[in-house]
Each structure stands twice: as structure tokens, then as C-alpha cells.
């Protein structure tokens, strides 16, 4: 007689291995949001910055002019520059207070930003004189609070984010609307 194979619906369960004790919950745990939620939060936060960065650099090349301010300022530097344009952050990007702050950027070609990375004190130093004669006021205030090394408590709080992206975007329209009047000026004489 032929049997019929039987059909099971749940696969077999291993035997013989003793399932791990589950370890207790931690009461921190117990606090913590649904992590998938938060982590929603946190792309999105991600994002913010992410668009705020460029947004930053947009108005730093709009306000400061593309092009590499150590080679313009300071030609004696013996540097071979190069034709890609970055921004860079006087007050190093550690600092949370500055990060997105125009006067704090420079834009300077890659090799001069690599320069600055690799401690080349000639190249450090010429950016921290274009942005001190640039606005001397705000260079000394951010130097001071630069000091105490405080973190930025705001800097990831999507209110803090969408602030600065506005001042940002006020900036840029100022900046634009600027020169496109200069422009109608040139374009009527
Ligand atoms: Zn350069």
C-alpha cells in the first residue's frame, strides 16, 4: 500500500538545544520610543542637515564669489591650486555653533581646504585673515566662544534646523536680489 507523504504546515522544531535565557529588560529600554519612529526622525533629521549644508555653501559661493580666496588674496603661497571649489570652515566643523554661520566660510580650492587639513600653517592662517578682516567683530566673538568648546544642545532639533534654513534662504535672496539689481544698473547705463 502506498503512503501518502504527510504535509506539514509548521516545519519541524529542532530538538535538543536549550533556548537562551532572554535577558532582562532594561528600565532605560523601557523609555525609549518604538525604534521605528525614531528612527524616522532621525533621517529625517539627517536630511535637514543635509539640505541646509547646501544650502549654506550656495549662499557662501553667492555672497563670497567662487573661486579660491587663498589664491586671490595671498598668491606668494606656493601652493599648485586647483580648479575644484570647496567651502571651507574657519571655525573647525567640530563646532556646532558655526557650522551653518556664512561669515565662518571660505570658499578655497581643494588643494588649499587639503592644505589646511594637513596643518600647512601658511594656508590655515590666510583663511583666518580673510574671515577676520571680513568682519573682525564677529571673528573675535566667535573665536572666544570657540574657546570654551560647549557643545551646540540645539544642533539636532529640527526646529533649530528649519531656523537657520530660513536666515539661510533670507540670505540668499538678499544676496541674488543684490546683484540682480547691480546687474539692471550696468544693463541701463
Ligand atoms: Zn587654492
Redesign the pocket.
Same mark, same amino acid.
Given at each position: 500500500m502506498k503512503r501518502t507523504p504527510l504535509k506539514r504546515k509548521t516545519p519541524l522544531k529542532r530538538t535538543g538545544f536549550k533556548r537562551k535565557k532572554q535577558k532582562p529588560l532594561k528600565k532605560s529600554w523601557l523609555k525609549r520610543k518604538p525604534p521605528k519612529k525614531k528612527k524616522r526622525k532621525k533621517d529625517w533629521i539627517k536630511t535637514l542637515h543635509n539640505a541646509c549644508y547646501k544650502l549654506w555653501k550656495e549662499v557662501c559661493y553667492k555672497k563670497w564669489g567662487r573661486y /579660491?580666496h587663498?589664491?586671490r588674496k595671498y598668491p606668494e603661497i606656493r601652493?599648485k591650486?586647483?580648479d575644484v571649489i570647496q567651502v571651507d570652515h574657519c571655525i573647525t566643523r567640530a563646532n556646532k555653533y558655526f557650522y551653518y554661520d556664512i561669515w565662518n566660510g571660505t570658499p578655497?580650492?581643494s588643494? /588649499?581646504n587639503r592644505a589646511k587639513y594637513f596643518k600647512q600653517k601658511s594656508v590655515d592662517r590666510a583663511i583666518e585673515e580673510i574671515v577676520r578682516k571680513r568682519n573682525p567683530g564677529w571673528y573675535k566673538q566667535a573665536v572666544a566662544i570657540d574657546r570654551m568648546k560647549e557643545p551646540n544642545p540645539s544642533f539636532n532639533k529640527i526646529w533649530w534646523i528649519e531656523e537657520i534654513m530660513q536666515d539661510l534662504q533670507g540670505e540668499l535672496d538678499r544676496v541674488e536680489g543684490r546683484r540682480n539689481f547691480a546687474k539692471l544698473l550696468k544693463g541701463g547705463s
Open positions: /579660491c587663498v589664491q601652493i591650486h586647483t578655497v580650492c588643494s /588649499c
